[in-house]
């Protein structure tokens, strides 16, 4: 088992569940120590009892300042060092943007783009001390502006943004920076909100939440600046982005095409 994480400690956010979840578990098998932090404080304990003595549950609201500090507080003193901090707790909530409430709006950008940011900033002196790294878990919708979630999109567009500057601030230090930027993936992020998800998202395959958390791990170890998954789903994304005239000849095909998928996934739900 390769052990390429052994004796490192790894913050992880939104790690009751999906990617999250399966981020802890392959941090683990590569020998790191891990914290989990999420609301779900239940699925959290569950979760580090079954990982053993390598994991420390911290229930932890990302939108709270006190929360995030407590919680780089928390990982000092129990593992006495920072290597990684994986930023992938995520929120979303659709709908036109006229049809949405505030308050729901104002909460997507609190969890996938103020936390991230406030985490970063918090965890870097300790990072720089362990020669650490950041990853932050994105989306290809930070490549691809996508109506019906555009506060979602907004906030993955400034995620993704925030780390390749940030990426260059850090270049000459030992602190890498790293995107991993998925497109559907099959977990109750999408799955339980089935008839909510714009077609156009199962226009492109899905992935698991362990393919994503192999991305992750990669980018941890590696640091490169982004990894997107599948990576033909990334290169059509910044092409539609660069070339509008193509997202919109090609966008009618595809939402077709990812209501013949929906339709797929929703029959495997119902039996």
């Known amino acids: 088992m390769d052990k390429s994480f052994e004796n490192k400690t790894v913050i992880i956010t939104g790690a009751s569940s999906g990617v999250g979840e399966a981020c802890a578990r392959q941090f683990v098998l590569a020998g790191a120590n891990v914290v989990l932090a999420a609301r779900t404080e239940a699925a959290l304990r569950t979760l580090a009892e079954h990982l053993g003595p390598q994991a420390l549950a911290v229930p932890c609201d990302v939108t709270s300042k006190e929360d995030c500090t407590r919680l780089i507080e ?33 909460q997507v950008l609190e969890v996938n783009l103020k936390a ?36 979602y999109s907004s906030s993955k567009f400034g995620l993704r943004a925030f780390s390749l500057a940030l990426a260059e601030e850090l270049a000459d230090s030992p602190v890498t920076v790293s995107l991993v930027s998925p497109g559907p993936i099959e977990t109750g992020f999408i799955m339980d909100d089935i008839d909510e998800v714009p077609d156009l998202v199962f226009s492109q395959p899905m992935s698991t939440a362990n393919e994503v958390a192999e991305r992750v791990l990669l980018c941890a170890e590696d640091g490169k600046r982004e990894r997107a998954i599948p990576a033909p789903s990334g290169i059509l994304a910044t092409a539609g982005y660069l070339m509008p005239a193509l997202r919109k000849a090609l966008k009618p095909v595809l939402e077709a095409q990812g209501k013949r998928s929906k339709a797929k996934y929703r029959s495997k739900q119902n039996h």
């Open 116 to 151: 991230p940011i406030r985490l970063s900033k918090l965890a870097l002196p300790h990072l720089r001390k362990s020669g650490g790294a950041i990853v932050n878990v994105a989306s290809l919708a930070g490549r691809f502006p996508l109506e019906g979630e555009a506060t």
């Open 74 to 106: 928390r990982a000092l003193e129990h593992f006495s060092s920072i290597d990684a901090l994986v930023n992938n707790a995520g929120y979303n909530t659709r709908g036109n943007v006229e049809d949405v409430a505030l308050d729901q709006m104002e």
